[in-house]
């Protein structure tokens, strides 16, 4: 029995999620499989792996297939390098504590590496939204001085007509008050 290492569709239209799981070949997409390892969501930046990596390392030494999709997600965890250095120390090349050295240096660099990449994308997205309130801002600016100049012209022009219509019937009551 070929067995293969895969994702299996779940979520909503547009959004979805997958389960890695492990399953025979012939198994349908979302159909019966023998083993859930965990969770893929590629909505999120970066997209989000989860899964049990000790499960996927027994997996692959026992000889399952991962899809090129998976095999990417193990490589970028590191399974793959681990399953590499394994192999090392069963053919004698390394000691098994060589090995896992030099994978707990090479874990610790990539997790700060995609801690960095993280930060980096959250600090640029505020930096965007600071950008972009500073740019409102000045555009309501400019929008509410155009308001006060318009209705400072308003009153200088209605100022003028206003007295011209005041003045001649000042005039009138003091005549009457003459007589």
Do not use: C
């Not at 090995?99 to 930096?127: H, I, N, P, Q, Y």
Request: proline content about 3%; charged content about 30%; glycine content about 6%.
């Amino acid at each position: 029995m070929a067995v293969k290492i895969r994702l299996a569709r779940r979520g909503r239209k547009k959004a979805a999620i997958y389960d890695i799981v492990v399953a025979d070949a012939r198994a349908p997409r979302d159909g019966r499989f023998i083993e859930k390892l965990g969770v893929y969501n590629p909505n999120t930046n970066p997209a989000s792996i989860d899964f049990n990596e000790d499960k996927a390392f027994q997996w692959l030494m026992n000889g399952a297939q991962p899809t090129d999709t998976v095999k990417a997600m193990l490589s970028y965890r590191g399974i793959l390098y681990r399953k590499h250095l394994q192999v090392g120390v069963i053919k004698g090349a390394i000691s098994q504590e060589t090995a896992d050295s030099r994978f707990t240096d090479w874990k610790t660099t990539k997790e700060a590496a995609v801690e960095s990449k993280r930060t980096a994308l959250g600090t640029a997205k505020e930096t965007a939204r600071q950008a972009a309130l500073a740019a409102e801002t000045k555009v309501k600016e400019a929008r509410a001085e155009a308001i006060r100049q318009r209705e400072a012209e308003k009153a200088a022009a209605n100022a003028p007509a206003a007295e011209a219509t005041e003045t001649p019937a000042e005039g009138g009551e003091s005549t009457e008050e003459q007589a």
